[in-house]
């Protein structure tokens, strides 16, 4: 090699170098793995949004951050970073990793007792198998035995002492057999019951997930230390659901109210010690309006579609597509379903802008050009109802939590407080004897706070004990709802038919009707009670009702009003009021109509 060449090779190694050099700079060191800590969750209707912060390294510069320890029930698509102090997030990507052991401490220290148990169970086994050859070679040796002894006796060489060793031997080792294998069976129950045991455990954590380590790796470029990176990503297994405690008093004007949520969350990670949020938004990567196709119309000769023209007019079927309009928009929406990013990470999901977007699209679009063109063509009943029919949608609330919560990845559900409220109530006894014989106790209460009281199960108690489960109505704030605290057990209601009679006036028929009404009271204090019944309403003209006598009258409820035929009497009743010392209420109806004419009912409204 001349002295030319060797410079030539120097100087393309040095610049070899400094291009190396100037790409590692590029590529900055190996990747930082850190899992951050879990700030922030909003539990949704099927999904949750959790926040972990990432407290970045001092290290200036462009530099990978692996997020480890991700939940298995993480949504594809959903992972996104915000970043606090001075830094820039290049780019953000999630990846699955396949791992020998779960990623989590509690679920690795279940593997490791199940791994246990399981060399148990093959230890155990292995002496079962002993005994068994152990019971076998002792089956030979009984064989061998028995005729040997048989031949000796014949020839008159038996050797009593030799045969009885050998037989109290065979009959020991049988018995040590025996209770051997007993016992092994015994503890290999026993072990195949904590392996199915810890197994329950670690599905009630993991909810069936597979050893698969999920990952977000960022590419940050830190310009100053102290900066922090907000990843947050949404999570499926994850909801919650309203509940509600009321309790009261015997003599007491108040209500108190404790709302409650029953949250579920088999995320696969455990939220400690997070700021909760509790939401019914529905999270959907769907941010656009659908867009809308273009609707055509013909016409055919009259007649050529009758039967199904004729099916079209029914105000049932314009219900039925309302309906299905409804779902089509949900559907489109991710309403549904919880697939609306694109489904768990590794569920081959199919995203948003795929197949299943535009086939949901153009469900909707279907749906809706049927819907107006039955507008065009039906009559006014039916066109007016499909409009009537709104798709249903849901009032989003939500509800901060003023403490931290902790909520583990766990199948069962658990309670968290939302707020407990002291309300105002107007406290009644209820009697509706045309229904049940039984009194109840409820109480109009005005919703005092300012928050709206979702629909959901109630659990009542008063003076301390639970007297029964009913429901709660979606209720604004300032607005005034019922709620129920049980049957009072001191007090029965009775309605019966006194006399009937029947008479003819010109060409109509009158039939007259004596009821009454019964309250006891087998109490120690006096009670007052509403009752409430009704008289038939007529559907036309040709039926008259009317009632015609009432002892005591019954009252001007405003309310009860809005309901035609309703009937409310409210009445005290003495302590021990039993039988001829009832409390009663007499009244008296007719119906007239038509004498060729007869009396049909249609069924409560």
Do not use: C
């Not at 086994?125 to 030979?140: C, I, K, M």
């Not at 954590?205 to 900066?227: M, N, P, S």
């Not at 009497?569 to 003495?574: E, F, P, S």
């Amino acid at each position: 090699m001349n002295l030319r060449q060797s410079t030539f090779s120097r100087r393309n190694a040095f610049a070899l170098a400094i291009l190396l050099s100037a790409v590692s700079a590029t590529l900055g060191a190996d990747p930082v793995n850190i899992r951050g800590n879990i700030d922030a969750v909003t539990v949704y209707r099927g999904q949750a949004l959790v926040t972990r912060v990432i407290d970045l390294p001092k290290d200036v510069g462009l530099q990978d951050i692996v997020v480890t320890d991700l939940p298995a029930a993480i949504l594809q698509g959903s992972v996104y970073a915000e970043v606090e102090g001075d830094a820039q997030v290049r780019n953000v990507r999630a990846r699955m990793r396949a791992v020998m052991d779960d990623v989590r401490e509690e679920v690795r220290k279940l593997d490791l007792d199940i791994a246990k148990l399981a060399q148990s169970v093959a230890a155990e086994q292995s002496q079962l198998d002993v005994l068994s050859r152990h019971s076998a070679y002792l089956d030979t040796l009984e064989g061998f035995a028995a005729p040997t002894a048989n031949v000796e006796l014949t020839r008159g060489v038996l050797n009593a002492e030799t045969l009885q060793k050998l037989t109290e031997f065979i009959l020991a080792e049988r018995q040590k057999v025996a209770t051997g294998t007993l016992t092994g069976q015994q503890k290999l129950a026993d072990l195949n019951g904590q392996i199915e045991l810890l197994n329950r455990k670690k599905g009630e954590i993991t909810g069936g997930a597979q050893k698969t380590a999920r990952e977000a790796v960022l590419t940050v470029d830190v310009k100053k230390a102290g900066a922090k990176v907000r990843l947050k990503y949404l999570v499926a297994n994850a909801s919650w659901a309203p509940s509600y405690t009321l309790r009261a008093a015997t003599g007491s004007a108040d209500v108190d109210l404790h709302y409650q949520a029953m949250v579920t969350q088999v995320s696969g990670e455990d939220w400690s010690n997070v700021k909760m949020t509790l939401s019914t938004a529905t999270p959907s990567v769907i941010a656009r309006a659908p867009t809308l196709d273009v609707m055509t119309v013909a016409l055919v000769n009259a007649g050529e579609n009758r039967d199904r023209d004729q099916a079209a007019q029914s105000v049932d079927y314009a219900r039925a597509l309302s309906q299905r309009r409804s779902d089509a928009f949900n559907n489109f929406a991710g309403n549904a379903s919880h697939d609306g990013v694109g489904g768990q990470m590794g569920a081959g999901s199919v995203q948003p802008q795929g197949e299943l977007f535009k086939d949901n699209l153009k469900a909707l679009n279907s749906a809706a050009a049927e819907a107006q063109q039955l507008e065009y063509t039906a009559r006014k009943e039916v066109a007016v109802e499909i409009n009537r029919q709104k798709p249903t949608e849901s009032v989003t609330v939500t509800y901060v939590l003023p403490d931290t919560t902790s909520l583990p990845s766990r199948s069962d559900q658990q309670l968290v407080s939302i707020a407990s409220v002291k309300m105002a109530g107007e406290f009644y006894k209820l009697a509706v004897p045309v229904l049940t014989s039984y009194v109840y106790n409820e109480a109009k209460v005005t919703n005092a706070s300012n928050q709206l009281l979702l629909a959901g199960p109630t659990m009542s108690y008063l003076d301390g004990d639970f007297v029964g489960a009913g429901d709660l109505p979606t209720v604004a704030a300032g607005e005034q709802f019922t709620v129920g605290f049980g049957i009072d057990s001191s007090l029965r209601v009775q309605r019966e038919l006194v006399d009937k009679t029947e008479s003819i006036s010109g060409g109509n028929k009158i039939t007259g009707f004596e009821y009454r009404i019964s309250l006891e009271n087998f109490g120690a204090s006096p009670a007052t009670i509403r009752v409430q019944d009704r008289l038939p309403v007529s559907s036309g003209k040709e039926l008259k009702v009317q009632l015609v006598s009432s002892d005591p009258k019954p009252m001007d409820d405003a309310e009860l009003l809005k309901k035609k035929g309703m009937l409310q009497w409210t009445l005290g009743v003495k302590p021990q009021a039993i039988g001829a010392a009832a409390t009663t209420i007499r009244y008296s109806l007719s119906i007239e109509h038509d004498r060729n004419l007869s009396l049909v009912g249609t069924g409560g409204k």
